[in-house]
C-alpha cells in the first residue's frame, strides 16, 4: 500500500470544551491514583478537585504563566 493508496480519515481538531472534558477526567484519575497510593504507603500526594485547581498548581509552580490580571 502507499500513501495514495492509504484511506482518507476525516480528522477534526479537538474543541476547546473537548480538551477542558479530557483535563477534567485527567484530574480525576490522578486524584483517584494518588489517594489509591497514600492510602497504600501512608504517603502524602497532592490531589486536586478539579481543573482548575490543577490549572492554579501549574501557575504557582511556574509551568504555566500567570495569568495577566492576576
Known amino acids: 500500500m502507499?500513501?495514495?493508496?492509504?484511506?482518507?480519515?476525516d480528522?477534526?481538531?479537538?474543541?476547546v470544551d473537548?480538551?477542558?472534558i479530557a483535563l477534567e477526567e485527567s484530574v480525576k484519575l490522578q486524584?483517584?491514583?494518588?489517594?489509591l497510593l497514600n492510602m497504600y504507603d501512608g504517603g502524602r500526594?497532592?490531589?486536586?478537585?478539579?481543573?482548575?485547581?490543577?490549572i492554579t498548581r501549574l501557575r504557582e509552580t511556574?509551568?504555566?504563566r500567570r495569568r495577566r490580571d492576576d
Open 62 to 64: 511556574g509551568t504555566l
Open 11 to 15: 480528522h477534526q481538531s479537538p474543541t
Open 18 to 20: 473537548d480538551l477542558r
Open 2 to 9: 502507499t500513501c495514495d493508496d492509504a484511506p482518507v480519515h
Open 31 to 35: 486524584r483517584h491514583y494518588a489517594e
Open 45 to 54: 500526594r497532592i490531589t486536586f478537585k478539579d481543573a482548575d485547581a490543577w
